[in-house]
């Protein structure tokens, strides 16, 4: 059972810059200790908080590989991000707590091209370089020239691409709206449609 407080303490956003062993600059987001059976009306009244789940590039999926329920929290956690509309979102599954555990060494998979997997120690530092290097491969997709079919309904996503200096070329189209060629990378192209509540199958 939480507290008020307790509930309110994990649900409060914390921001880090970091960098990754490349260079790339990041900015980590610790925004949301999701709860099992998160009500509804608790989603819509931190809607701001969870909406930076939404928007995010990549999300840190961290489990506890001591505990004997991971796999069901893990399925739960799943779940809010669905309700949210984040389900699109990449993720790298982190499995913390390796010192802890016999039966879990530092290593990083990925499964019939699921999600990558790594497992570290946060308290030893076991792993990190290993997950920094499977940030950066998530982060570094190569931008592609893509046409999108915008609807004039959609002038702020547009507006959007300009902001990201990824706009080629446009002209408009016979409905009203525009038809915009971008140069950009697939993780960004895709956060922006979630932001924007766009469907990027139906611009295409």
């Given at each position: 059972?939480?507290?008020?407080?307790?509930?309110?303490?994990?649900?409060?956003?914390?921001?880090?810059?970091?960098?990754?062993?490349?260079?790339?600059?990041?900015?980590?987001?610790?925004?949301?200790?999701?709860?099992?059976?998160?009500?509804?009306?608790?989603?819509?009244?931190?809607?701001?908080?969870?909406?930076?789940?939404?928007?995010?590039?990549?999300?840190?999926?961290?489990?506890?590989?001591?505990?004997?329920?991971?796999?069901?929290?893990?399925?739960?956690?799943?779940?809010?991000?669905?309700?949210?509309?984040?389900?699109?979102?990449?993720?790298?599954?982190?499995?913390?707590?390796?010192?802890?555990?016999?039966?879990?060494?530092?290593?990083?998979?990925?499964?019939?091209?699921?999600?990558?997997?790594?497992?570290?120690?946060?308290?030893?530092?076991?792993?990190?370089?290993?997950l920094k290097d499977a940030i950066d491969s998530c982060l570094r997709d190569v931008p592609e020239t893509r046409r999108l079919h915008i609807p004039p309904e959609a002038g702020?996503?547009?507006?959007?691409l300009f902001r990201e200096g990824a706009v080629c070329d446009e002209y408009p189209d016979e409905f009203g709206g525009w038809v915009v060629e971008v140069n950009l990378d697939?993780?960004?192209?895709?956060?922006?449609?979630?932001?924007?509540?766009?469907?990027?199958?139906?611009?295409?």
């Amino acid at each position: 059972m939480y507290t008020a407080d307790q509930l309110f303490a994990t649900l409060d956003p914390t921001l880090r810059r970091a960098q990754l062993n490349s260079g790339l600059p990041v900015i980590l987001s610790d925004t949301v200790g999701f709860i099992r059976h998160l009500p509804h009306d608790l989603i819509q009244a931190f809607h701001a908080t969870l909406e930076e789940v939404k928007s995010a590039d990549l999300l840190l999926h961290v489990i506890d590989v001591t505990d004997e329920q991971r796999y069901h929290h893990m399925e739960q956690v799943n779940d809010v991000i669905e309700s949210i509309g984040a389900a699109g979102v990449p993720q790298i599954l982190v499995f913390n707590k390796v010192d802890a555990s016999d039966a879990h060494a530092v290593r990083v998979e990925q499964i019939n091209g699921g999600a990558p997997r790594v497992w570290v120690s946060a308290r030893t530092g076991e792993g990190v370089v290993e997950l920094k290097d499977a940030i950066d491969s998530c982060l570094r997709d190569v931008p592609e020239t893509r046409r999108l079919h915008i609807p004039p309904e959609a002038g702020k996503f547009r507006a959007s691409l300009f902001r990201e200096g990824a706009v080629c070329d446009e002209y408009p189209d016979e409905f009203g709206g525009w038809v915009v060629e971008v140069n950009l990378d697939s993780p960004s192209l895709q956060r922006l449609c979630r932001h924007h509540n766009m469907d990027l199958s139906a611009l295409q």
